[in-house]
Every structure is written in structure tokens, then in C-alpha cells.
């Protein structure tokens, strides 16, 4: 089949998983790429997720953005010429006779207006709903402010919101068929949009992330320093132990929030936690990271799915994660790691119990836990009968 394929995310787990799910279906379809932007220039991490390396050929479409005014009103004027830009990538595709359009996230809008205007039948791959526009404590006219003018501005940002989820709800409901990365994705999709999708789990690299051989210890977490990442969590998770029982924490980075870095280390000093942040590292140093750690720690808030799981048991680390999300998809209490609620002292009680007796986890068990049923090579068999299903809508 020709398909087009269609993303604008920054570097992360579900760029990867556009990446993989390319490199392993690209043998039996052509691709091409229409990417927003041009290639990432000097971002190591997004050059190893290019798909642009993998299609047969790449389409281009420039995007400045605006660079006039406040930073809301540039991101309001970024939006509506991005919306302008994919409608005419839409009629540049539809133009192309193409079987299907595969299509991921876009960084601003979510799902990518994009699909709103195709005519040609798309599968659009949801790792979750646009969680600032349907989650309580994420809502921007629910935060504090205080003061005439803080309280302008959340109105100001809140009228935003509104728009960009009446945007997003359009988009996800134009989709030809959507295709979510758990059970618990699936619920949380129909809750947002009424349409029930297919369930298709994601993989890991399993050449890439395999068994180490070298000393394990500490605790691990990764995932963006954003407070939605539970870093925090892990923090005062460890300091409610014992101080003779605090295991070093190392957190691997892919992007920050502003402010989120200080107040992670000021907490860490707080709690008397040992903290090393490492960010903008490759792949390779990332599986160091997991085969010498004595545990994962999982806690980002109602995870859809977490490629750290799968990663983490790859190397034959055992994780210890709250018991939440896509978590629970992975993670076996007792078997594979534990879970534990989402409170300080339940989950530091879990990471000292992982700790504490490593010769509970045999690394082979852990591995064999996820793997083959969660390698990219089993998530190529899980997408390529939804690819086919929907270029059979075709017409």
C-alpha cells in the first residue's frame, strides 16, 4: 500500500512509537512523510525517531510561527496558521492518491486539525485525549489565581483551552478509525470523544534494550520533568523511608517544564534524597540507566500506557509503579514488580520491598515477562490489520 504519513511531535515515547511502527511495516508499504517544520537540526534524540530516514520520500512544509506579541497571543496566532497549513497538506495528500494516511499527535493542537479536512481514509494512532482539556486538575480555569490581573490571564488561557478542545474533539471524531495504546487509553477515549477504538499495544526494542551484566543499585525514573510525571512523588516516596534505607535516585530527561528542574532539587534537598538529573541522553545510555538501577520507579499521574514499563523489564530491572493506568497492563504485583497506591509512604514501602531483596527478580524472568508479546515486531502485527482495514474503507 501507499500510505501518507502525518506527525508533529517532539522527541519522546510516542514519536518512538511512530518511528517503530514505521521501521517495522516499511518492507511491506511505501511511505511518504509530510512533516511540518524540516528536519530537527542538532536534536540527537529526534534524529533517531526520524521517520524521515525510513520514508520513500519526504514532503516539507515550512512553519515559522509568529514571533509577535505576548507569548498567548503568539501561540493563539501559531494555532490558527497551523490549522491553515494542514488543510492544505490535507488537499496536498488527497491529491496524491494515497491508499490511507497514518496519523500521530501534533505538539500544539493535539489531534492534528489535519484530519478534519482529509478525504482520503485515516488511521490516527491516540496515544491519549488532550488531557488539559478533560482532566479536572489539569484544566487551566481550575488553577488558582490570585489578583485581578493573574485571573485575567487564566481567563485569557482558559477561553484558549476551550477552543483548542472543541478543535481537538473535531479532529478525533473526523478520523476515519482511531487506534489507542491500551485498554485504559480506550476508556479514557470514549469518555472524550464517544468513539471506541482499537486497542493495538506499543513494543520495545528488544537487540536495543537487553539484560546487563554489571552491578545494580539505586532507583530509576525517566520521563519529562513535568509535575503530570510524578517526580515528585518519587521524591518524598524515598525521603519517607529511613535515611539508611534511601536508595540514590537518578531521573533521565527528555524535555523540562520551566521551574519544574529547581523544584525537584530543592525538594530532593528537602527530603534528604540523593538526586542526579540526566537529560538529552541517547538511547544507548538509557539502557545503562535501566541495566544498572536496582528498580524503576513509575508515577506519572494515570500513565495511558508507559513505555518505561516495557523498557525497564527488557533490561531486567523490576518496576515499582502506582496503581493506575497502563500501568496495571504491564506491571503483575508480585511477578514482574509492584504496585503500590498513590501515596509517599505506600510507594516508598514498595521501593525499599524491590530493593531490599534483589535476589527476588531474576533478570530472564523480567525479561520474558514483556517480551515477545511487547516487542515492535509483535506492535507490527497488531497495526498491520487495522492499516488494511482502513484503506478497505477507501471510496
Known amino acids: ?52 530516514l525510513l520514508a520513500k520520500e519526504v514532503f516539507d512544509h515550512p512553519f515559522a510561527g509568529t514571533h509577535v506579541g505576548p507569548a498567548g497571543l503568539e501561540r493563539v496566532l501559531d494555532i490558527r496558521a497551523l490549522v491553515k497549513l494542514q488543510e492544505r497538506i490535507a488537499r ?138 510524578g517526580h515528585d512523588l518519587t521524591i518524598q516516596a524515598i525521603g519517607s523511608l529511613p535515611a539508611a534505607d534511601r536508595p540514590p535516585l537518578t531521573i533521565a530527561f527528555d524535555r523540562e517544564r520551566p521551574g519544574v528542574r529547581a523544584d525537584l532539587v530543592a525538594l530532593a534537598a528537602a527530603e534528604g534524597v540523593e538526586l542526579t538529573l540526566r537529560g538529552g541522553i541517547d538511547d544507548h545510555e538509557l539502557v545503562a540507566l535501566y541495566q544498572s538501577s536496582a528498580a524503576t520507579v513509575c508515577s506519572a499521574a494515570v500513565e495511558p500506557f508507559g513505555l518505561t514499563t516495557i523498557e525497564s523489564l527488557a533490561c531486567g530491572t523490576p518496576v515499582v509503579a502506582v496503581n493506575e493506568g497502563g500501568y496495571r497492563e504491564v506491571v503483575r504485583h508480585g511477578e514482574n514488580g509492584l504496585l503500590a497506591d498513590r501515596r509517599s509512604d505506600r510507594l516508598g514501602e514498595g521501593i525499599a520491598a524491590a530493593i531490599r531483596d534483589p535476589g527476588r527478580w531474576r533478570p530472564d524472568v523480567l525479561r520474558a515477562s514483556v517480551l515477545p508479546f511487547f516487542s515492535w515486531e509483535a506492535a507490527a502485527d497488531r497495526i498491520r490489520p487495522l492499516l488494511e482495514e482502513t484503506a478497505a474503507s477507501r471510496g
Open 1 to 52: 500500500m501507499r500510505i501518507a504519513l502525518f506527525h508533529n511531535l517532539p522527541p519522546g515515547g510516542a514519536r518512538r512509537a511512530a518511528f517503530e511502527l514505521v521501521r517495522h511495516t516499511v518492507g511491506e508499504h511505501d511511505y511518504d512523510y509530510f512533516r511540518i517544520g524540516g528536519p530537527d537540526a542538532g536534536d540527537p534524540l529526534a534524529g533517531s525517531q526520524d521517520v524521515g
Open 92 to 229: 496536498d495528500i488527497d491529491g496524491r492518491d494515497y491508499d490511507l494516511v497514518f496519523v500521530h499527535h501534533d505538539r500544539l493542537t493535539h489531534a492534528p486539525a489535519l484530519l478534519r479536512f482529509l478525504r482520503t481514509p485515516s488511521l490516527y494512532y491516540l496515544q491519549e485525549p488532550r488531557r488539559q482539556s478533560f482532566e479536572y486538575a489539569l484544566r487551566l480555569r481550575n488553577r488558582p489565581a490570585a489578583g485581578l490581573v493573574s485571573r485575567a490571564s487564566r481567563l485569557a488561557a482558559a477561553t484558549v483551552d476551550v477552543w483548542l478542545r472543541e478543535t481537538d474533539i473535531q479532529a478525533s471524531r473526523a478520523a476515519t478509525r482511531l487506534v489507542v495504546n491500551s485498554y485504559h487509553s480506550a476508556e479514557s477515549v470514549y469518555r472524550a470523544y464517544g468513539r471506541h477504538p482499537a486497542v493495538s499495544y506499543l513494543g520495545v526494542d528488544d537487540e536495543l534494550f537487553r539484560l546487563g551484566e554489571g552491578e545494580r543499585g539505586g532507583a530509576l525514573a525517566v520521563g519529562a520533568l513535568d509535575p503530570i510525571k
